[in-house]
């Protein structure tokens, strides 16, 4: 197993705990940690898809990642 599959694992592990804590209401969609797991996430398989030039995935988790990172400075915003 490559170095980059091993990131893609542990990009994809990030998502879905992401989701399961978001779904038993353990996180909120608004939270700094939800969306930074998602971004992380997002990072991770990115490098992963780079790697074995997948571009559909690399695009995608690419957005993914813009959402994630617009929804961080978002909610810090509104802190203020």
């Given at each position: 197993?490559?170095?980059?599959?091993?990131?893609?694992?542990?990009?994809?592990?990030?998502?879905l705990i992401s989701y399961f804590l978001l779904s038993i209401n353990?996180?909120?969609s608004n939270s700094v940690?939800?969306?930074l797991m998602n971004v992380i996430g997002a990072i991770c398989l990115i490098a992963s898809a780079y790697s074995s030039k997948d571009r559909p995935n690399l695009f995608t988790n690419l957005v993914w990642m813009c959402i994630g990172i617009t929804a961080i400075i978002t909610i810090l915003k509104k802190r203020k």
């Open positions: 197993m490559s170095n980059f599959e091993i990131i893609g694992w542990l990009g994809s592990a990030s998502y353990k996180l909120k940690t939800y969306q």
